[in-house]
């Protein structure tokens, strides 16, 4: 089983809409976790991290983490096709190493 | 420095050559991580260096590739041997104490061996 999972995509949603991005880790020791979103051609950028159960909300992103489904999840409200990026999610695996996903390819659509 | 530097941005090299990489972190920023990411791919890790503490190697993928930091601060990542599966962009990253606040990237180093 793969430590860190993301639907691949692409993901493919209108301008305005909310997109849905998900991810399952199998280490129930996980501490924290991360969202970052990677242009094209670019490195990554962290935009989010939880390590509490619930949802945190920054602006236009929400985080929501699940460590009895060992599940996080990030929605964008009122997608922008400046949204348009893999999104890559980071679990901290019980040390100062991120384990990442391979990414979710998100297009938003004008 | 007020992000993570990384040099050269690019580099072809033949096959069979020895490249080095050189990562310069934030400053203030004890840790430092290699990751290496081919087309395609996500982000495989490499090595890992925390304050004076003796590195994580367990990522580096074959005794051809060796990372070295200096004082705490710049850190070498070498490649002997080129071979062409070698070809990735290879990122550094560093973190501050408290690994809850995550990694802040370089732009990374694009390897194309040839």
């Known amino acids: 089983q793969k430590e860190v999972e993301q639907n691949s995509g692409p993901l493919s949603v209108p301008e305005g809409a909310i997109a849905s991005l998900n991810c399952t880790y199998s280490?129930?020791?996980?501490?924290?976790f991360f969202w970052y979103r990677q242009y094209s051609g670019k490195s990554p950028e962290l935009i989010m991290f939880i390590y509490s159960n619930g949802d945190k909300e920054d602006g236009r992103f929400t985080a929501q983490l699940n460590k009895a489904s060992q599940y996080v999840s990030l929605l964008i409200r009122d997608s922008q096709p400046s949204d348009s990026a893999t999104y890559l999610c980071?679990?901290?695996?019980?040390?100062?190493?991120?384990?990442f996903g391979k990414g979710t390819l998100l297009t938003v659509n004008p | 420095g007020a992000g993570v530097s990384q040099s050269p941005s690019n580099k072809v090299t033949e096959k069979g050559k020895d490249v080095e990489l050189r990562c310069d972190p934030i400053s203030g920023h004890t840790a430092l991580y290699w990751y290496r990411q081919s087309l395609g791919q996500g982000l495989e890790f490499l090595i890992y260096?925390?304050?004076?503490?003796?590195?994580?190697k367990s990522g580096l993928p074959s005794d051809r590739f060796s990372a070295e930091r200096t004082g705490g601060s710049v850190s070498t990542l070498t490649i002997q041997r080129t071979q062409q599966e070698d070809s990735a962009v290879y990122l550094c990253?560093?973190?501050?104490?408290?690994?809850?606040?995550?990694?802040?990237f370089g732009s990374g180093t694009r390897l194309t061996v040839v």
């Open positions: 990253a560093s973190s501050s104490p408290g690994a809850n606040y995550g990694y802040t």
């Open positions: 260096f925390q304050g004076n503490s003796a590195p994580d």
């Open positions: 980071a679990v901290n695996l019980r040390n100062y190493k991120l384990t």
């Open positions: 280490d129930r020791g996980s501490q924290s």
